[in-house]
């Protein structure tokens, strides 16, 4: 199964442009997910699709999107609207006011989470999302199990995009996570940048962004004196394939740029191809170059 995640999109940032940059920047991704071979089985959005959460943003994505030809998951970052989400989107499923459901179609089981607080950057994710995230994985123990959201609950080092471990939020999600080990991972957005690590039993995974990405810097920040560090970047849009062989997820991220090509499946390399399948077949001899 392969599942292509796209997040951070910010339509809308510059809405005087008619040439607005996440936008041209979105329509690249979207164009490069259309060529990949062989064809993604689902697309998931992991929020922050619209800047300022308003309608129009909303609908341009929905025209946009509707290209894939895919089926398409999405949840709220701190930059969405419920609201506005829910006039384009009405379909989406919700519970207790939470954009939050349950895919069960798929070979994995996927479980989409809403860390939106309305109004604050680092997220949230109150007792009533967490009794029904716990009801969720509960009821399908044995499933492999893949958790969407878009804040990642983990200190990224990343001072001034990161999220405090010890925000009662992230400690009552961490523990939910904690008690089902049937969670063979959780894809975020949040920070536009590749984060890979170890989290309640899990793996979790950080998608780089099609809007522009954070700078990598680690040096703590110091609010009294500003130090003229980079902070956004204009690096290509990228986004992340997610591919489940059914007995792990392995993540590859991709950037949406052109390329030098410098080595090409040619008759000149078919001998070595040859070789290496020998090798994983367990019947090749030594190799010379």
């Not at 030809?69 to 970052?77: D, R, V, W």
């Not at 089902?180 to 309640?200: N, P």
Request: overall charge neutral.
């Amino acid at each position: 199964m392969l599942i292509v995640q796209i997040t951070d999109i910010h339509i809308g940032f510059d809405q005087k442009s008619r040439f607005e940059m996440n936008k041209k920047r979105f329509r690249q991704t979207v164009q490069a997910v259309k060529k990949l071979e062989p064809k993604p089985d689902l697309v998931v959005i992991t929020g922050d699709i619209a800047d300022k959460g308003d309608v129009a943003s909303y609908e341009w994505f929905r025209q946009e999107i509707q290209q894939l030809s895919l089926p398409i998951l999405m949840c709220m970052g701190n930059h969405d609207s419920r609201a506005s989400f829910s006039q384009v989107f009405p379909d989406t499923a919700q519970e207790d006011g939470f954009i939050q459901y349950v895919v069960d179609d798929h070979p994995l089981r996927i479980v989409v989470v809403d860390t939106l607080e309305e109004g604050r950057h680092g997220g949230g994710f109150c007792e009533k999302r967490a009794a029904w995230l716990e009801a969720r994985l509960a009821e399908a123990p044995h499933r492999p199990t893949l958790l969407i959201l878009h804040h990642p609950p983990i200190d990224t080092g990343i001072e001034w995009m990161t999220i405090g471990p010890a925000e009662p939020w992230v400690q009552r999600f961490t523990d939910v996570v904690s008690r089902h080990g049937q969670v063979v991972g959780a894809l975020c957005g949040h920070v536009h940048r590749t984060i890979v690590t170890s989290w309640a039993g899990t793996t979790l995974t950080v998608c780089p962004s099609t809007a522009p990405q954070v700078v990598l810097d680690l040096k703590p920040m110091n609010l009294e004196r500003p130090d003229k560090r980079p902070m956004i970047a204009e690096a290509p849009p990228s986004f992340g394939i997610h591919r489940w062989n059914g007995r792990g997820l392995v993540s590859h991220f991709t950037a949406v740029q052109r390329y030098k090509v410098l080595a090409r499946y040619t008759h000149k390399m078919q001998a070595f191809m040859k070789h290496l399948a020998q090798e994983r077949a367990g019947t090749a001899g030594p190799h010379h170059h």
